[in-house]
């Protein structure tokens, strides 16, 4: 039953070198920066997108993800879900309008599987870049790299999916879209959706708590991702996989690495998701097919390079 989540909202993302950083996100990915706080954060956003910033790069001693937000509908589905929130068990911080630049209250908890996330329903925003919200253009000129249209989702490693299934299930509503199950009848990933995409954030069964496997971006077709190929041939990026497309959501994908070591993706098509579809299931057995449609085999730096 949907309580009130709408979407993906950001995700704050650590950097080990901020210029390096920003020029990767900007130049390559396409993303527009939009302001810096006092503590030297950046704020990026997609083009598409109407909130201020989705992305905020933190430079640290070491890389990963700090927590990924999740916007709701109004303030009082938020006051709502934080009730239900320590009901479920999971200890809450409040976090200050204005930490968040132009963004307010924000409610953080621990999933089980050691995720940082946060709820908020309140962000400034500026509107789509570059082309507004009245009589808009096609798409905005000016834009560079990649050309990213939104971020999209997280993919995360950790333990306890069972319980953090339950946790975004019964007190965020949001839907199980997909999942990998093993001999066992043991569910080893889980793609989760509070909306009709395919996911708005995944996890994969891991031993060791909140770890980070990436960040998604999301792109039209097909051939801008063989253009983001391009320009990571073009730019000496790190690349892990791809182009191919994935058995799991049926998306069209490439996979690389920021400077920092940070995994990104940019994606074209994939699946929709109503409330009344039942979840898609791959057996572990198929999970070559299911991650990589086209040649069937697992990357071993795929499974195993986590932040």
Sequence with gaps: MKKGVMRPGHVQIRVLDMDEAVKHYVDLLGLIEMDRDDQGRVYLKAWTEVDKFSVV??????????????????????????????????????????????????????????????????????????????????????????????????????????????????????DLAEQVVAPDGKRVAQFLTASMKAHDVAFIDHPEPGKFHHASFFLETWNDVLKAADLISMTNTSIDIGPTRHGLTHGQTIYFFDPSGNRNEVFAGGDYHYPDHEPVTWDASELGKAIFYHDRQLNERFLTVLT
């Design 57 to 174: 790069l933190r430079e640290a001693d070491v890389a990963g993800m700090d927590f990924m937000g999740f916007k709701c509908l109004n303030e009082e589905v938020v006051d709502t879900l934080r009730a239900e929130l320590i009901e479920f068990g999971c200890e809450v911080e409040d976090i200050p309008a204005g930490e968040l630049k132009d963004c307010g209250h924000r409610v953080r908890f621990v999933a089980p599987t050691g995720h940082a996330f946060e709820l908020f329903a309140t962000k400034q925003q500026t509107g789509k870049w570059g082309v507004g919200n009245r009589n808009p253009e096609a798409w905005p000129r000016g834009l560079q790299g990649m050309q990213a249209n939104r971020f999209d989702h997280c993919l995360l490693y950790g333990p306890n999916l069972d319980r953090t299934l339950e946790l975004f299930r019964d007190v965020l509503g949001f």
